[in-house]
């Protein structure tokens, strides 16, 4: 079955960089899009970045202005796996990160365009 696992979360202070990781298996991973998505508490979840796969090679859409030219997401076919590089990391960019996946190779920002989802990693800015 189709299976999604984010990792590479923690507490890091301001100004601080974290690179998060999502392996993906039970599907073709390099057919599909793949995105990013985060919820801070007591907010909504919103789109960071999405990644499309094999089939429209090289589309990337970032969501979140307050992320442009901090946060830069790219995908290693090879091994299963799709990473957000995430710099200069500010206390709003607290939340749970997800990754998500709809089995098709386009991109959306909203969350209920995607099926499969991870079960998220806890990403904390705090001095």
């Known amino acids: 079955q189709v299976q999604l696992v984010e990792y590479g979360g923690g507490l890091v202070q301001p100004g601080g960089s974290l690179r998060l990781s999502c392996a993906g298996s039970g599907f073709t991973f390099h057919e599909y899009a793949i995105g990013w998505f985060r919820q801070a508490p007591g907010k909504e979840r919103e789109g960071v970045s999405c990644?499309?796969?094999?089939?429209?090679?090289?589309?990337?859409?970032n969501y979140l202005d307050s992320a442009k030219g901090r946060f830069t997401i790219s995908r290693d076919d090879a091994r299963n796996t799709l990473y957000l590089q995430m710099d200069n990391l500010q206390p709003e960019d607290t939340a749970v990160y997800y990754c998500?996946?709809?089995?098709?190779?386009?991109?959306?920002?909203?969350?209920?365009?995607?099926?499969?989802w991870g079960q998220g990693t806890q990403v904390t800015v705090s001095s």
């Open positions: 998500a996946t709809d089995l098709d190779d386009s991109c959306s920002g909203y969350g209920i365009s995607y099926d499969y």
């Open positions: 990644i499309s796969g094999s089939q429209i090679p090289g589309m990337i859409a």
